[in-house]
């Protein structure tokens, strides 16, 4: 059981590493936006969405360990981690708790912060949105709300270019 336990012990920082740099590229992020750095913001798409398959790929790894630990174990494939901890060996368990506990804090931030990013981004293109339709009469784009339904489209206001007929 020790290689599994040694290898469990690997991967968890190995994922812990990985929100790692996912809370720094989101922290990023939200600098550039709340610094209107269009283009920096840009970059930082494609960079978190490669972070993501990162984070993807350390958990996939990290689960495959737990499930083989869990079967070295006789325990039922649905066990969660606190209750595996007791069947640990005692010198193995802080470190294992810490890890996890680090992890799921981390998780916690990460989600917290890509939330805040959502909002900043989702403002910015309402605002955006409303500009381009004072701007642009005849461009009356269609608008979702939080629930993802379509908006009644507002009439646009009139140009005083316009004739009026």
């Known amino acids: ?12 920082r190995e994922e812990l590493q990985q929100y790692g740099e996912m809370l720094a590229l989101l922290d990023q992020q939200q600098e550039y936006i709340i610094t209107r750095a269009a283009d920096e913001v ?3 798409v494609a960079a978190i969405q490669a972070q993501s398959r990162a984070i993807e ?6 689960d495959e360990c737990r499930n083989e630990l869990i079967q070295n174990l006789s325990q039922p494939e649905d ?33 917290h912060v890509a939330r805040q990013n959502h909002l900043l981004l989702s403002r910015t293109v309402s605002l955006m ?9 005849a461009l009356n ?11 009644s489209p507002v009439l646009p206001a009139r140009s005083m270019y316009e004739a009026v007929g």
């Open 141 to 151: 784009p269609t608008v979702y709300n939080g629930a993802g339904a379509v908006l």
């Open 79 to 111: 066990i969660e981690f606190a209750q595996l901890l007791p069947l640990l060996p005692a010198s193995y368990r802080p470190l294992v708790d810490a890890l996890v506990k680090e992890n799921n804090e981390l998780l916690s931030r990460v989600r």
């Open 42 to 44: 840009l970059q930082t």
């Open 129 to 137: 949105q409303r500009f381009m339709s004072a701007l642009m009469p």
């Open 57 to 62: 790929l350390a958990r996939a790894r990290r």
């Open 1 to 12: 059981m020790t290689p599994i336990l040694e290898r469990l012990i690997q991967l968890l």
